[in-house]
């Protein structure tokens, strides 16, 4: 199957601080990666989709200053919670999309392969 | 926009029973998919099932199937057999169209329980 990874799987800050959260596709190359935020016994809120080599696209509400994203390869995406702050205490998931699945088992470009998630705390 | 909407916030089943969770969404599109995924204390998304909107048999996969009723824009999940680690919150999901870029809207989730 697609595997993705995150990094780091929990973290822990002071207020103010920046934090980098890395998304990577292991075993397959990324068109699109998405990043959602997860509260506590919520649902997955979409915060932007990005493409490799362009700008992300946020949603409505989400401040692009504040989650800086950034798609530099078909592998790799990153997300910088800037200045965080405790309200930003959150569960952060990516997912990519596969770019080519040819002759892959049990690997489809029609799906979104999920990471595990990053729990960030802010003190 | 489009909406989904589970109204199951909890469910329990008896092991090897059958449970039903639903799940109903809004669109004006014609062209969509839906998606079941399954999130377990890992907090790990797996996907369980998908169906595509024009595709009008139900999707099946191994004890996970789905009765998909376009017209009344439902699209519910029966666990047969359940057994504990079906335990986990389970998520409705619709994307727009045949593009899996296009993001994915997520019902509010249902919590299912599996007594021994």
């Known amino acids: 199957g697609a595997v993705v990874s995150q990094h780091p799987s929990w973290v822990i800050c002071k207020s103010g601080t920046s934090v980098k959260i890395e998304c990577r596709s292991l075993?397959?190359?990324?068109?699109?990666m998405f990043w959602y935020r997860q509260f506590p016994k919520q649902s997955l809120m979409l915060m932007a989709t990005?493409?490799?080599?362009?700008?992300?696209?946020?949603e409505q509400g989400v401040e692009k200053d504040k989650f800086l994203i950034n798609h530099a390869s078909l592998t790799l995406s990153t997300l910088t919670v800037t200045s965080a702050h405790p309200e930003d205490s959150s569960f952060y998931i990516c997912?990519?999309?596969?770019?080519?699945?040819?002759?892959?088992?049990?690997?489809?470009?029609?799906?979104?392969?999920f990471g595990p998630g990053t729990r960030l705390t802010v003190l | 926009a489009q909406t989904v909407t589970q109204s199951q916030p909890e469910m329990s089943v008896q092991e090897a029973e059958t449970v039903t969770l639903s799940c109903t969404y809004d669109t004006s599109e014609s062209d969509y998919y839906l998606f079941w995924y399954k999130q377990p204390p890992s907090r790990q998304m797996i996907l369980v099932i998908r169906q595509e909107a024009y595709k009008q048999q139900n999707a099946t996969e191994n004890r996970f199937s789905v009765n998909f009723q376009k017209a009344a824009k439902s699209f519910s999940l029966k666990i047969s057999d359940s057994q504990l680690g079906d335990a986990a919150m389970y998520f409705c999901?619709?994307?727009?169209?045949?593009?899996?870029?296009?993001?994915?809207?997520f019902g509010g989730g249902t919590r299912l329980m599996v007594k021994p």
């Open positions: 990005s493409n490799e080599g362009s700008k992300a696209t946020y």
């Open positions: 999901a619709y994307r727009r169209g045949w593009n899996a870029g296009n993001m994915l809207t």
């Open positions: 075993d397959f190359q990324a068109t699109t």
């Open positions: 997912s990519a999309r596969v770019k080519n699945g040819r002759g892959r088992a049990r690997i489809s470009t029609d799906t979104q392969y």
